[in-house]
């Protein structure tokens, strides 16, 4: 769906100003958030280099600056010098929000500690990214998402069990960092709004969100001893659950985790005799049967085009679907009718789709109001306010 950047109509977060000193993913994915819902988001950025997104091309397009920095606005300002620090610190009183993924102790070490910050505005909440936390023996290690997407367990049972354990193909541990950035903020501002209470800390490691979403990991292995190992497209607790080859070369991806639904898939694909079978019967059964079940649904998937298997599936209602390339899902009829992604004005490549604004709100929703600024494009709007000291910025800490 094409798309023109949207007018400011009221937004939900109309009148909060973040300033993000953050660089990379993880304080970009959670203050894009905030910005399409209306946050003024001032990206501070290094006026030689710009954030490190910046950097990230692909065929020379920065596609995900141009992704992540969409309704920010850039201010170029040099945080090593002290007119740089000085002009930072007289914009905190103005915001709500800072977010910062320096290394531990790096921020107090540039005179812009939370103590610091907190008291030019005593209502600020400091967002504060890295890679283990705050605190702890490995406080002070730089942690990019791969070293805890490691740590965590996830690259443990990721992947096929005769091949070496699989780091995902995206910067996984930050995005979900970065919502849950996103999530601390709003429960911050919640809370001044309901019992009046001040500004706060937010200590937001990559490391713990990524544990979080393994779910019940640990407990797994503290009830039965063992650690949940790689079982490549496969599930340790359902089956049918995989990853399946058509006729036509393509792929169907199934998932049978209900009782329910994995009785209708047996039924769908002729199969009705499984359901009454003790081998496939249960969830427990068909897991320590998924290599029979595998090849039973491989097998009927495999003598069928994708649209034939997934005619019957559809029919069915079975929780079956094609696995898309990125170009295949553009050209989805659900996906183009929902808006799912969005075509935007863009000055190198015409129009650049992108992901659409998460969540929908229906009285008050985000919007992608202007592009992924240029570095320094707003340091006259946001910077001008500043007064007197603004010539001494302009040549010590701002380009």
């Known amino acids: ?126 967002v504060r990214v890295s890679g283990y936390g705050q605190t702890g023996p490995y406080a002070g290690k730089p942690g990019f998402g791969t070293l805890v997407e490691a740590m965590s367990g996830f690259a443990y049972k990721n992947g096929f069990p005769d091949k070496p354990p699989a780091l995902p193909p995206l910067a996984l541990a930050d995005m979900v960092a970065g919502l ?60 049918p659950r995989n990853a399946y080859r058509t006729r036509d070369g393509e792929w169907i991806a199934m998932s049978g985790s209900m009782q329910s639904m994995a009785m209708r898939i047996f039924r769908a694909i002729g199969r009705a005799d499984m359901c009454d079978d003790p081998r496939y019967a249960t969830p427990p059964a068909r897991s320590a049967h998924r290599e029979e079940v595998d090849a039973i649904v491989g097998g009927f998937i495999a003598g069928r085009t994708l649209a034939e298997a997934m005619e019957v599936f559809d029919r069915e209602e079975v929780t079956a679907g094609p696995i898309y390339s990125a170009a295949q899902l553009k050209e989805d009829p659900h996906a183009r009718e929902r808006g799912v992604l969005v075509n935007l004005p863009d000055h190198e490549l015409g129009r650049l789709p992108m992901h659409n604004v998460i969540p929908r709100l229906s009285r008050t929703p985000g919007a992608i109001r202007t592009p992924a600024p240029a570095l320094g494009a707003h340091n006259e709007e946001v910077l001008g306010s500043l007064g007197p000291d603004r010539a001494q910025l302009e040549e010590e800490g701002a380009k």
């Open 1 to 126: 769906m094409d798309l023109d950047y949207q007018p400011d109509a009221p937004r939900a977060l109309d009148g909060v100003r973040v300033l993000d000193i953050s660089r990379l993913v993880a304080g970009n994915a959670s203050t894009h958030v905030l910005a399409d819902h209306g946050a003024e988001v001032v990206k501070i950025e290094d006026p030689a280099r710009g954030d490190a997104l910046r950097e990230w091309t692909s065929a020379g397009v920065a596609c995900s600056w141009k992704v992540y920095a969409r309704n920010k606005k850039s201010v170029a300002l040099d945080l090593r010098s002290e007119a740089g620090r000085k002009a930072l610190l007289d914009l905190v009183p103005s915001a709500r929000v800072l977010v910062e993924n320096f290394r531990a102790g790096a921020l107090e070490r540039m005179g812009l500690g939370p103590d610091t910050l907190l008291a030019r505005n005593p209502d600020l909440i400091v």
């Open 180 to 239: 849950y950035g996103a999530f601390g903020v709003m429960v911050a501002l919640r809370e001044i709004e309901l019992k009046g209470g001040g500004g706060q800390v937010i200590d937001l490691s990559l490391l713990e969100p990524l544990v979080s979403i393994l779910g019940p990991d640990a407990a797994i292995h503290s009830a039965t001893g063992e650690a949940p190992v790689r079982v490549g497209n496969a599930s340790n607790t359902t089956s």
